[in-house]
């Protein structure tokens, strides 16, 4: 992602502010009806700037308009706000935009910010949707660390194409309220309620319990979530009767030392209640912590579709009643069978406890306004057993195998919860199996960056049997065991022994400074790249070459190398780059800063580009195609919203769509910088999941200037008998599974087009595309009936 320093504008305007009221437009001109010179008063130009636009705002008032025909266009607005003295204090954004085939990068509105202590919040932005609609409302709310002494506000339309206009835009001091309330009584059937609440601003909080008046019960705690878990019982352990309760919260804002109270009242039941209340969820929706089910669902009952020598999730979520611990649980699974003497054995039906990571911010994805910073659900722990704590929801991922040449038809069967001294809870599964198999080998390139690096700094060395034992891992999930950043060769005992078990692609070397006791390295400087490196390259590339030639692995191999360089490097690239087509032959990649050009690309004797998603550009994908290259893609810290990605409090599904994405566009191969940058706070361990419990003492968070950014460069975990993974690898791993049911659709159709078509409406572009896990099902089951279809016929 570009980094905001970046933004120039033509002028600073420049608006003071000595005291910031709450709920008070800090921003000058915020209408933009005072005009100076053709620009709106106090307005300046970004870059390329804007065109005040008289009559075609909101109201038939002004607006300020930026269009472009080319993604490389740059524009938009800004304006400078000083604090005198600093304000440290959330701050709420506003703004109105509509849109004529807006797409691209930056259609947002996006804050730059210096504290008072010299340093920076750079980036905080909402984008607003893309392609054609009328006035939408964009709104969020940042909240900075420390005062702050200046802000910069854009309006945004920056590596973009179509028009937008912009109206009644607004900065202020957030305001404190109660966003939401949800209080739900007696859903384990007796005296109890689960409540919680969302606050506009993170506040230290006490929820309480009252009883004709009298406070009963009480929790207390701070942050945006306010969650309470309440069993019937006073605070010397008597069950109260069921009735009339209320539920009271008092909040304190302690920067501005102001208070609410909100009174929710309740109805309960009379009674004890159950021990725990269980319900189904899909794989494409994290469970949350705090979830609850939608209604009632007994007995719960798990529906799923694949195909031959495919893997299919679901979860089974169960809330323990607040105030008990469960006792502890333990699963045993049924093999599933048609009914005429065909099976899936109950081996091919696994499952794992869905672990938690702490998130301490949350980045403000539109789509999930309501999630709250805490334990979040990431890792799939792989244990024998689990307790579940009082007043808190836990999932089991659950994961169907259907063996290549499993028969069509409807399989049934169960997996068996067991509470230790409790009745066991069943839970029906039925699987439809497809009339087809899936390949061993994926038909789309990945390059996901393995590191042997983070594999020594966690477990001490990476033997042959640990390497294979991620590589067997990563190949289960459709994945190339692979490092983009490796400085020496692997190891081809390995490449051989993954050779037809679904590898595709590996890069040989990425042309760099050799790692040494790093744990990786990324990139050189130019002046790395000499004589002597150049002759010292050809030494050790010569006889490993020949080698895989000689194993017939060749075909499989690339080497990658100028990660995100920009045409400073041009002259070095087509030298190396050359060195590796003409002396190897076999195919170069890389994700410098090179445009979808033919020309350019085989100038620089580059076989494979890859540019950002938020890059990628069809039609100039399909030119370089033409011309005998290959257009792959990728994603990292970014983009966001309203791309795809998979950080791990973006919406789960995002994770799977891009699959579906990456076919409608053709892409040939996608690459991700890493699987197991274990370089955070407290990832200096071993995990042993059966000890360690479910909220793992794990960071996913990349921190610094960047704490909220969650799950880059992590989907795996270092488990004690090898690696284990997230929800959202498996859903990448189910990605890739639709992606075969497109590809299989195109080839028997005999058109490409046909699966392009049946990319619809799931997605039709980058930025449109669906966040529905049902609509997903609906349309994978119109493309599987498709594919039998066309078998039988």
């Known amino acids: 992602m570009r980094p905001a320093m970046t933004l120039l504008v033509a002028a600073m305007p420049l608006i003071c502010c000595a005291a910031a009221q709450r709920g008070e437009n800090l921003l000058d001109n915020p209408g933009f009806e005072q005009a100076e010179q053709e620009r709106a008063a106090n307005w300046g130009a970004h870059r390329e700037g804007y065109r005040l636009a008289p009559g075609e705002g909101r109201h038939g008032t002004t607006a300020i308009v930026c269009e472009s025909d080319t993604l490389e266009g740059n524009y938009g607005a800004m304006q400078e706000i000083v604090f005198d003295p600093p304000i440290e204090h959330p701050f709420k954004v506003s703004g109105y935009s509509k849109s004529e085939d807006a797409a691209g990068a930056d259609y947002c509105l996006w804050m730059d910010c210096w504290y008072n202590d010299g340093t920076n919040l750079w980036g905080k932005r909402k984008s607003f949707s893309p392609g054609t609609h009328d006035w939408e409302l964009c709104q969020y709310t940042f909240a900075p660390a420390k005062p702050i002494e200046k802000i910069q506000f854009f309006i945004l339309f920056r590596g973009c194409v179509g028009k937008a206009w912009f109206d009644d835009v607004s900065l202020s001091v957030a305001p404190f309220e109660v966003e939401s309330v949800k209080?739900?009584?007696?859903?384990?059937?007796?005296?109890?309620?689960?409540?919680?609440?969302?606050?506009?601003?993170?506040?230290?909080?006490?929820?309480?319990?009252?009883?004709?008046?009298?406070e009963v019960y009480s929790e207390a705690g701070s942050g945006l979530g306010v969650p309470l878990a309440w069993g019937g019982r006073d605070r010397a352990g008597r069950l109260l009767p069921g009735g009339e309760y209320v539920v009271r919260l008092a909040a304190r804002d302690d920067l501005r030392s102001e208070e609410l109270l909100r009174d929710t009242p309740v109805t309960t039941r009379s009674g004890p209640g159950k021990g725990y209340v269980a319900w189904v969820v899909d794989s494409m929706t994290r469970c949350l912590i705090g979830d609850m089910p939608a209604g009632d669902e007994a007995p719960p009952t798990a529906e799923i579709a694949l195909a031959g020598e495919e893997y299919e999730s679901f979860q089974v979520a169960i809330r323990a009643a607040p105030g008990q611990d469960s006792p502890e649980w333990t699963v045993e699974t049924s093999a599933l069978s048609d009914g005429l003497g065909h099976s899936i054995p109950a081996e091919e039906v696994q499952w794992q406890q869905v672990g938690f990571v702490y998130l301490d911010r949350l980045w403000e994805h539109p789509l999930m306004a309501d999630a709250t910073p805490g334990w979040w659900p990431d890792p799939l722990l792989p244990v024998s057993r689990f307790t579940i704590e009082g007043g808190t929801t836990q999932a089991l991922w659950f994961t169907v195998h259907a063996p290549a040449g499993t028969p069509a038809g409807t399989y049934t069967g169960s997996v068996t919860l067991s509470p230790a001294g409790g009745e066991p809870l069943e839970v029906a599964v039925r699987a439809t199996v497809y009339g087809f198999d899936l390949p061993v080998q994926p038909h789309i390139k990945t390059a996901f960056a393995l590191m042997d690096g983070y594999l020594e700094k966690v477990y001490g060395s990476a033997p042959p049997e640990l390497r294979r034992a991620y590589g067997d891992y990563l190949l289960k999930r459709r994945l190339n065991p692979d490092d983009i950043s490796r400085t020496d060769p692997p190891d081809i005992d390995d490449i051989e022994y993954y050779d037809g078990r679904g590898l595709n692609a590996f890069n040989v070397i990425n042309m760099v400074e050799p790692r040494g006791n790093r744990t990786w390295v990324c990139w050189s400087p130019l002046e790395v790249y000499t004589p002597d490196f150049k002759t010292s390259l050809i030494k050790r590339l010569d006889p490993y070459i020949a080698e895989l030639k000689a194993r017939n692995l060749a075909d499989k191999a690339y080497v990658y190398t100028f990660d995100e360089r920009g045409q400073d490097f041009w002259p070095v690239m087509t030298e190396y780059f050359g060195l590796i087509k003409e002396r190897y032959g076999i195919p170069t990649l890389t994700t410098a800063y090179i445009p979808q050009d033919p020309e350019i690309v085989a100038g620089l004797?580059?076989?494979?580009?890859?540019?950002?998603?938020?890059?990628?550009?069809?039609?100039?994908?399909?030119a370089c195609r033409a011309a005998g290259q290959q257009v792959w893609s990728y994603i990292c810290l970014g983009p966001r919203h309203p791309y795809a990605n998979w950080l791990a409090?973006?919406?789960?599904?995002?994770?799977?769509?891009?699959?579906?994405?990456?076919?409608?566009?053709?892409?040939?191969?996608?690459?991700?910088?890493g699987l197991n940058i274990w370089g955070r706070r407290n990832n200096d361990h071993i995990i042993d999941p059966e000890q360690a419990g479910p909220k793992l003492k794990w960071s996913i968070t990349t921190g610094g200037t960047y704490d909220t950014l969650h799950g880059d460069g992590e989907l795996l975990y270092p488990g004690k008998d090898g690696p284990f993974g997230c929800i959202r690898l498996d859903n990448i791993r189910d990605g890739i599974e639709d992606y075969e049911y497109l590809w299989l659709l195109a080839e028997l159709e005999g058109d490409r087009e046909r699966g392009r078509e049946a990319c619809l409406p799931v997605t039709s572009s980058l930025t449109d595309f669906t966040r529905d896990p049902g609509q997903v099902r609906a349309q994978r089951e119109k493309v599987a009936r498709r594919i039998e279809a066309l078998k039988g016929r």
């Open 183 to 214: 209080a739900t009584a007696g859903l384990y059937g007796g005296n109890s309620i689960d409540y919680s609440a969302r606050l506009s601003l993170a506040a230290t909080w006490t929820v309480s319990v009252l009883r004709d008046g009298e």
């Open 605 to 622: 004797n580059l076989d494979w580009n890859c540019p950002l998603t938020a890059k990628y550009d069809y039609e100039q994908a399909e």
């Open 649 to 673: 409090d973006d919406p789960l599904v995002e994770a799977r769509v891009i699959w579906w994405q990456a076919y409608h566009q053709q892409m040939d191969g996608f690459l991700y910088w």
